[in-house]
């Protein structure tokens, strides 16, 4: 008889999104002429940059010419990209990256889950609260947990809060943990991590013989220049931390997938003999055999990024964002509500007023301005009381969602 993984009955139903369109939709059934504006989505919204586009449609005609069409590409990616990458996005920013530490993939996303592939069963394992659901999620459903508390919290997890208490950033554990998941710039909180913080947390890794999963989908969107952008900018990182970066948020990628892992060549973990392994040879493994590379096209338009006007039209896009997170947020403030993040995040992380819950918070917005957000009591347990708003969004719904809530709130 055929049997499961039983991990995946562990698994939260997936209720923070479908509860969201099940309200939005019972609401709009019984408002049918309300005109709802959806400021919960984590997802880009404006077209792929001009750059991207044209090399994508150049290497669609490559791919039909007998001299340069490419079947199976490198695992790990075409040269041409990993090559541009390590020397713009790191060593550039005087981060010791290699070529070929840099693993080209389809998301951030599966690699995030894959890189558990490589690690053993038996780690402690730390993630931030609020905190993006894909690291809690893949660790259940690889047997590193337990069940779930009514708060949704997974036992056998580390959970380190951030909230307004200790200014959003994720305290050094006590105890020792194993892997440890930081994700700055923070979704869903929008806030960043000083070089201070970081040089806090690889300290603690290195001493603890730790590895940190680095997730730096949002380094694009950092504005303040002290901040760092990469891990690798602190002193010790390549011997303790896995970095994951993608062209989702910064060029708008989301649909067309593509993204990069830095695995540096120093890093080790202990084997069951108590070896030290070079977990680069075990992602290289890893990579080659259960994945065949990311289409030629794709990487021909992640590549275009790093050109001239590609930099020019990211940056552009960035900016773009940036602009409706800060029409957010001062809206916001000058409505009364207290608000964070969104200055060097795409996220604004609101502060619920007048102590109602998250989902209180969500009923009252689409009830009184039909504008939709997201409840972070979704995102865990020290979530609640706070309300995840994404700049996300053209800026007419921006314009118009702020002002029916400045007006709506400013008046109670
Ligand atoms: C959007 C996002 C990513 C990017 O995922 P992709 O699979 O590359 O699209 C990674 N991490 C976080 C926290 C994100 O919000």
Redesign the pocket.
Same mark, same amino acid.
């Given at each position: 008889m055929a049997t499961i993984n039983d991990n995946y009955l562990k698994l939260k139903a997936g209720y923070l999104f479908p509860e969201i369109a099940r309200r939005v939709n019972a609401f709009a059934s019984e408002n049918p002429d309300a005109k709802i504006i959806r400021l919960g989505i $984590?997802d880009v919204t404006e077209p792929l940059p001009e750059a991207c586009r044209t090399a994508m449609i150049k290497a669609v005609e490559d791919m039909g010419e007998q001299a340069s069409f490419r079947g199976y590409g490198p695992e790990q990616g075409y040269a041409w990209l990993r090559e541009k990458i390590a020397t713009q996005d790191f060593q550039a920013r005087n981060c010791a990256v290699e070529a070929e530490e840099i693993f080209v993939s &389809? $998301? +951030? @996303?599966? &690699?995030?889950g894959n890189i558990l592939d490589i690690f053993g069963d038996n780690n402690t394992i730390a993630v931030t609260d609020p905190v *993006?659901p894909?690291y809690v999620d893949t660790n259940v459903m690889a047997g590193h947990t337990g069940l779930a508390n009514e708060q949704g919290e997974f036992e056998g997890l580390v959970y380190l809060p951030i909230t307004a208490d200790n200014n959003f950033t994720a305290q050094i554990p006590t105890q020792k943990v194993d892997l440890i998941y930081l994700?700055f710039p923070n979704?869903p909180t929008g806030a960043v991590a000083t070089r201070e913080h970081l040089k806090a947390w690889v300290d603690y890794a290195r001493a603890n013989g730790s590895i940190i999963f680095f &997730?730096a %989908? *949002?380094e694009a969107f950092i504005t303040d220049p002290d901040l760092p952008h990469s891990i690798y900018e602190i002193e010790g990182a390549r011997e303790c931390a896995i970095e !994951?970066r993608? !062209? +989702? @948020?910064n060029a708008g990628?989301?649909g067309t997938?593509c %993204?990069f892992t830095v695995v540096p060549k120093a890093l080790t973990a202990k084997a069951a003999d108590g070896s030290d392994v070079e977990l680069w040879k075990l992602w290289n493994r890893r990579q080659s055999t259960k994945f065949n590379g990311v289409s030629y096209i794709v990487q021909r338009g992640a590549e275009a990024v790093y050109s001239e006007e590609g930099q020019a039209q990211t940056k552009a896009l960035i900016q773009f964002y940036m602009e409706n997170a800060r029409i957010i947020r001062e809206q916001l403030t000058a409505a009364g509500i207290a608000v964070y993040g969104g200055v060097n995040a795409p996220y604004v992380w609101v502060k619920t007023p007048a102590g109602l819950s998250s989902w209180e918070f969500f009923d009252k917005l689409l009830h009184t301005c039909n504008v939709v957000g997201t409840p972070g009591s979704g995102f865990g347990a020290a979530g609640e009381g706070y309300f995840r708003i994404s700049a996300f969004n053209s800026r007419a719904n921006v314009e118009e969602a702020m002002k029916r809530i400045t007006e709506k709130f400013k008046a109670s």
């Open positions: $984590g &389809d $998301g +951030s @996303k599966c &690699d995030c *993006y894909v994700c979704n &997730d %989908a *949002y !994951f993608s !062209f +989702s @948020k990628f989301t997938r %993204a």
